[in-house]
Nanobody, 117 residues
Framework: QVQLVESGGGLVQAGGSLRLSCTTS????????MGWYRQAPGKQRELVAV???????NYADSVKGRFTISRDNAKNTVYLQMNSLKPEDTAVYYC???????????WGQGTQVTVSS
């Protein structure tokens, strides 16, 4: 069973930074893509950033220029560096991974990010 374990959330003031980590229980090479989603209270879950096996990335317009997704293959870990945080970035952030072999999508348990004004 694939497990994704997130860490790095917390409380930060507007303008501050946080780095989220997502470590997989298996090889990161077993996933065609990994990404970060977020869900704010009363809102739908939305894509924040994705990184594909070839290294290409995509970002939501709302985070472009502020957030950076990256991966460390040796550590089976994907990161989301979040800079210039805004109160509207407050949400539960979820790691997501698409498996090559099973075609399934896996989710982490989520980590809370709160940005105070």
């Amino acid at each position: 069973q694939v497990q994704l374990v997130e860490s790095g959330g917390g409380l930060v003031q507007a303008g501050g930074s946080l780095r989220l980590s997502c470590t997989t229980s298996g090889s990161i090479f077993s996933f065609s893509a990994m990404g970060w989603y977020r869900q704010a209270p009363g809102k739908q879950r939305e894509l924040v950033a994705v990184i594909r096996s070839g290294g290409s990335t995509n970002y939501a317009d709302s985070v472009k220029g502020r957030f950076t997704i990256s991966r460390d293959n040796a550590k089976n870990t994907v990161y989301l560096q979040m800079n210039s945080l805004k109160p509207e970035d407050t949400a539960v952030y979820y790691c997501n991974a698409d498996s090559y072999s099973s075609g399934k999508t896996y989710w982490g348990q989520g980590t809370q990010v709160t940005v105070s004004s």
